[in-house]
């Protein structure tokens, strides 16, 4: 099983306020969850990842949360700005399967001022 | 250090017709990727090379899509004869090499519609 799922579709926070998003996948032999923002117009660009030996990791306002166990894992926009508006994707990757990224659905996330 | 480049940026076309997409990697980056984006879903790969040849191309649609990469640089998508459902984004990355830790760099896309 390839699939990643996400949560919600879509999601509005007041600027200032906490997005988060939330991925769950089935495949254990997945390594490596990296998670991508997209500007419309624009490709998808890597915004922080996590491996699976790490129950968290955070880079400035955007922290992941990974619970290997229930096999889910979170973004955490904290102090969102309205320039957070964007597309976010959750994604997963098999090493083995040569860097092939499997990507969750999208969450298009609205910071309003 | 110069992105991943492609065009068109934006292609109209009409059911039937053929299309064709560009994507010139970063320099040195063995591995190039095609992404199928269609509105409100997560990209999917279509093919995967490293260098100029094709190492994962289970999710192409063979009967319409084709690709190469010549010399293991630029790469063009193909679709003859194109569908209505294949209005979407087609995406572009490349990555350094093909094994894990290397992250995939995505050009802007080439918004593709088909009436």
């Known amino acids: 099983q390839q699939q990643v799922k996400q949560s919600p579709q879509s999601l509005i926070v007041q600027k200032g306020g906490i997005s988060i998003i939330n991925c769950a996948y089935e495949n254990t032999a997945f390594d490596y969850f990296p998670w991508y923002q997209q500007f419309p117009g624009k490709g998808p660009a890597l915004l922080i990842a996590i491996r699976p030996d790490v129950s968290e990791k955070k880079e400035g306002r955007f922290t992941i949360s990974f619970n290997k166990s229930a096999k889910q894992f979170s973004l955490h926009i904290m102090d969102s700005q309205p320039g957070d508006s964007a597309t976010y994707f959750c994604a997963a990757r098999i090493k083995a399967a040569g860097n092939k990224l499997t990507f969750g659905g999208g969450t298009r996330v609205l910071v309003k001022p | ?115």
């Open chain 2, 1 to 115: 250090e110069a992105g991943v480049a492609q065009s068109p940026r934006y292609k109209i076309i009409e059911k039937r017709q053929s299309v064709a997409f560009w994507c010139n990697p970063i320099s040195g980056h063995a591995t190039l990727y095609w992404y199928q984006q269609i509105l409100g879903q997560g990209p999917k790969l279509l093919i995967q090379f490293q260098n100029n040849g094709v190492v994962d191309d289970s999710q192409l649609p063979k009967d319409r899509f084709s690709a190469e990469r010549l010399k293991g640089v630029d790469s063009t998508l193909k679709i003859q004869p194109a569908k209505l459902e294949d209005s979407a984004v087609y995406l572009c990355a490349s990555s350094l090499v093909r094994g894990g830790g290397y992250e995939q760099y995505f050009g802007p896309g080439t918004r593709l519609t088909v009436t």
